[in-house]
């Protein structure tokens, strides 16, 4: 027999890990409304284009990590490896741009990167997303840092902290590249192969090198706050300012930088204490080139994505207490064909009475009852064929053990009552 195994990167999100997948959407939904946010949800899968448009050819999830390919009417198609592109075509292709701004966008649901599986990290993964188009202001980087912060802390995320950086913008940044290659240049001899290639392909990504040989070369690398052009400076400043007013703690990074052009300004992270030492739960920034490369107007927009597979881990680790669906308290065993026919009915009575049953599919009144008992029944009802010509039903406390008999025509209310006390 061939066996069946999910593909590699991929987890089955069983109904035991469910409560804690439920609860955290549904913190995001709730405190994503409380801050004004609408809900969006676009395709899981685009033209291709869009996203090579969008992420640029150069980085990873583009590169090497698309799920791309043609579809039987020959169309490239690719599986999302992100939010963003989507939601700001949605955003121009739907005429979002005529509402009154700002325009405040969320999402949740899965994304896909051809990644090597690791601890955490999957092929298929889910995000939740946010983002704010229209405003220019820092109110705006703000207003989606503080969405992000205010939901790990709901969820129970512990030693929140930013990580905060500028990335300039298409006026300054072009120097400050040039003067970050200057020094690469001085250090080529000890820098790691990939640093080699990004001193080319893409510098800005040189900060972000985990390797040991490459570290020294970082620390001494020139800082891009260093050489923002006026602009730049006084909006990181600004948005310095509401974060100390807040007093919520935050690290100046310098190697926190996006290494494309529609990249600007505000980048952060939130960092909390994870599974170890303290790890980034969320990344995001300004991108105020966006829409226009995408084909819209002009239009600044900030926004993050954080990693859902990461958070629940986080939270399961930290044994975070989850609300759990209750099973329903009521359980119908029968006995005999003529007793079934009954449950059947009296189920839908029931049911219809907004009252939550389940009915045993049938076996010996031992096995119902231990599967109402697993199920964790509050009441169950054992309808007899003898009973039942009586007229009457027997009601099982499941907590207590104890039996009473009730009449057919009582037995809703019944139930009604047993289970307010
Ligand atoms: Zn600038
Ligand atoms: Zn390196």
Known sequence: MVQYTRPKGTQDILPEDQPYWEHLIAVVSEIACNYGFERIDVPIFEMTELFTRGLGEATDAVEKEMYAFKDKGGRDIALRPEFTAGVIRAYIENGLQVWPKPVKLYSTGPAFRYEEPQAGRYRQLHQFNAEILGIDSPLADLEVMSLAWDIFEALGLENLSFQINSTGCPQCRPSYVETLQAHYHVHHDVICQDCQRRLVQNPLRLLDCKRDQCQPVIATAPRIIEML??????????????LDALSKPYTLNHRLVRGLDYYTKTVFEVWAEGIGAQAAVCGGGRYDGLVALLGGPPTPAVGFAAGIER???????????????????????????????????????????????????????????????????????????????????TLRNMVSGEQTMVPVARVVSTLKTALQT
Do not use: N
């Open 311 to 393: 958070v629940v881990m986080v939270m399961q680790d930290q044994a975070t207490e989850v609300p759990s669906p209750p099973y329903p308290p009521i359980y119908l065993a029968f006995l005999g064909a003529a007793s079934r026919l009954y449950a059947v009915q009296l189920l839908t009575d029931i049911r219809q009475a907004g009252l939550a049953a389940q009915i045993s599919m049938g076996g010996s009144l031992r096995s119902q009852l231990r599967h109402a008992d697993r199920r964790d029944a509050k009441l169950t009802i054992i309808i007899g064929e003898d009973e039942l010509d009586r007229g009457e039903v």
């Open 229 to 242: 052009c006026e602009g730049c400076a006084e909006h990181f400043a600004e948005l310095r300012e509401y």
